[in-house]
């Protein structure tokens, strides 16, 4: 088994050379179609076709030896240490640490995989806002992310996003979709002149580590963000809030150099406000569906609760989508069938902390008796 591992390993580094696939094809003039296409020439698409129908299992067999050995795991995983840089500082690594231990808990609630192949994660010295899951579980989370993200809860839903990835092995799905994508597209256009072999392997060889997701990868990793996070202590409304912040910081540098568009906005993703309006969903369904929120304005059975303030830290939206998050978590739990009360500048909900009340909030009693009054 393991000179198995170690040869298809081999394989699999020419095909993925730290973060690139790589394929290179070749054939002899014969094999190669024309647009006047003869005996010869089909026999040549035919031996073309049979060639690539095994270097198609050879790149599948070289992923999986990746994803699914330690042996291949940890390789990728020192590989990509020393392309992308450690950052070893000890706070926030003890602060990925302690949202690790909690995200893989709550994984592990729903999907006992996760202790089969416990993630190998790394923070990068990228200052990009980033972060990403790839083969064999390996996850890198970007300097620039945690330190434009710094509440644990909005981190948490982050990572919980990548772990939906990992645990679906959406790496190994992206990269033959993509490549199965490759072959039709050039199959298609060889009788007319292309050259299949070349072109395909000209295609692969641009396939990065992270170009393997698509829209619909992107949408069950977000809601299988929100399933995990349902498992833990941090607020459901870290979803939404940390959509709407990228929102924020996309739209600030929206008429810059394009770089933000790409990180928060790129052609397989989601766009940001979309996201964030699927995880307002899911809260307002989590409460049963009791709260809801339109434009930073929460309401309570249809009726108006608060538009909390803008802070020195959070928008109002960002803001509400916290408030929001503890109020769904106050109805699913039942805290609903207690009063509200303020104890110190908190309003509480039974014992569900709701919203704490700072400058340009209406007063905080104000919010409570309307609290009592609709819930």
């Known amino acids: 088994m393991k000179k198995l591992v170690k040869r298809l390993w081999k394989k699999a580094a020419a095909l993925l050379t730290v973060g690139t696939v790589g394929l290179t094809l070749s054939a002899p003039p ?10 010869g020439d089909i026999i040549g698409i035919a031996i073309a076709t049979k060639q690539i129908a095994q270097q198609r299992k050879e790149i599948k ?14 390789q990728l995983f020192t590989d990509y240490k020393k392309k992308y840089g450690v950052n070893t500082d000890y706070t926030l690594n003890q602060e990925v640490q302690t949202v690790m231990t909690n995200m893989t808990k709550a994984v592990g609630s729903v999907d006992s995989t996760i202790y089969d192949k416990p993630y190998l994660w790394f923070i990068n010295t990228s200052v990009d806002i980033n972060a990403f899951c790839t083969l064999g579980h390996v996850m890198s989370i970007n300097t620039g992310l945690l330190t434009k ?37 050039n199959v298609g256009t060889a009788a007319v002149g292309g050259s299949f072999l070349s072109n395909l392997a000209a295609s692969i060889a641009d396939l990065h580590i992270g170009a393997h997701s698509t829209e619909k990868l992107e949408w069950e990793a977000d809601n299988l963000a929100f399933e995990y996070m349902t498992h833990t202590n941090y607020n459901l409304g870290a979803c939404a809030a940390v959509q709407q912040k990228f929102y924020e910081m996309f739209e600030e540098h929206k008429k810059g150099n394009g770089l933000f568009a790409k990180i928060f906005n790129p052609a397989d993703h989601p766009k940001s406000a979309k996201r964030r309006d699927n995880y307002i969903k899911k809260l307002s369904e989590y409460s049963g569906g009791h709260v809801n929120m339109k ?4 309401t309570i059975n249809k009726k108006l609760f608060a538009t909390p303030a803008e802070t020195a830290s959070m928008s109002s939206m960002e803001r509400a ?29 039974g014992a569900q902390p709701i919203m704490t009340v700072e400058s ?16």
Request: hydrophobic share 35%.
């Open 30 to 39: 014969s094999m190669v179609p024309t647009a006047h296409a003869g005996v």
């Open 61 to 74: 067999q070289g992923l999986e030896a990746i994803n699914n050995t330690e042996e291949g795991r940890q």
């Open 149 to 185: 993200i710094t509440n644990e809860d909005e981190i948490a839903a982050v990572i919980g996003h990548e772990m939906g990835h990992g645990q679906k092995d959406h790496a190994v799905k992206g990269y033959m979709k993509y490549i199965d994508r490759l072959i039709a597209l």
């Open 295 to 298: 434009e930073g304005t929460i």
């Open 321 to 349: 989508c916290f408030v929001l998050g503890n109020l769904a978590a106050a109805y699913h739990n039942g805290h609903n069938k207690s009063d509200a009360y303020v104890s110190g500048n908190t309003i509480y909900l």
């Open 360 to 375: 340009g909030d209406e007063a905080a009693q104000v919010l409570v008796d309307r609290l009592n009054k609709n819930k």
